[in-house]
């Protein structure tokens, strides 16, 4: 299994520009996480997905979009980047929900918006 | 929603010392509590955790204890090496409506282990 895999590892946007970030996992997973992580601090939760078609909120959505379309696949969606969305992305799974469950987090993804 | 606060933010211990790291959390619903080590530019990594009906839990020299009634938590390195150099996170879980369950990290501790 790879497990969890994002791309693209980096990426530059220029302010006003949108991006996809893409986050696939092959372990039949059923909840999907996205966190932003700001220099010298914890991850903080953009949005989540209990299963395809099923999506909410975390701490931090505002900015941001995902979809589930497939148990695969939790694409989040940057429609019109700001200076403040500059933070390393990852993303994480975990089968049956994270209760007492580790998360499995996957390689990141680092945005720089200028 | 769930606050967690970790302590301190830096930490320098001498190698073969013990390192110590704290944390608390606000929401005594939560039930599991996992620390990650995340060395730079690498993605978190599990290396223990430890549920509410446990108080104490070790893995070679690594452990953690929990005190639920003060809703607090710490991670022990005994023996440390350079090798342990790297940020530290402390996390709570706590379920959400609709399913599911979320993690709130602490904002890390960046160890340092010196020869």
Not at chain 1, 1 to 19: C, D, E, H, W, Y
Not at chain 2, 63 to 73: G, Q, R
Request: glycine content about 10%; overall charge neutral.
């Amino acid at each position: 299994n790879a497990g969890v895999t994002q791309t693209p590892k980096f990426r530059i946007l220029k302010i006003g520009q949108s991006m996809t970030l893409q986050c696939t996992q092959d372990m039949n997973h059923n909840y999907m996480y996205w966190y932003r992580q700001d220099p010298g601090m914890g991850l903080k939760l953009i949005y989540y997905s209990v299963g395809a078609g099923i999506t909410d909120k975390g701490e931090v959505p505002n900015g941001y979009n995902v979809s589930r379309s497939t148990t695969e696949d939790f694409p989040l969606r940057l429609e019109l980047a700001a200076p403040s969305q500059t933070s390393v992305y990852f993303c994480a799974s975990t089968r049956y929900g994270g209760y007492q469950e580790t998360q499995y987090f996957g390689p990141g993804t680092r945005l720089l918006v200028l | 929603g769930e606050n967690v606060e970790q302590h301190p933010s830096t930490l320098s211990v001498q190698e073969g010392d013990s390192a110590v790291i704290k944390c608390t959390y606000s929401d005594s619903a939560s039930n599991y509590f996992p620390w990650y080590k995340q060395e730079l530019g690498k993605r978190p990594q599990l290396i223990i955790d430890i549920r509410s009906n446990v108080g104490e839990k070790k893995d070679q020299r690594i452990a953690v204890t929990l005190n639920k009634t003060a809703k607090h938590f710490s991670l022990h390195i005994t023996e440390t090496q350079p090798e342990d150099s790297a940020v530290y996170f402390c996390a709570a879980m706590v379920g959400v409506t609709g399913g599911g369950n979320k993690l709130t990290f602490g904002t890390g501790t960046q160890l340092k282990v010196e020869l």
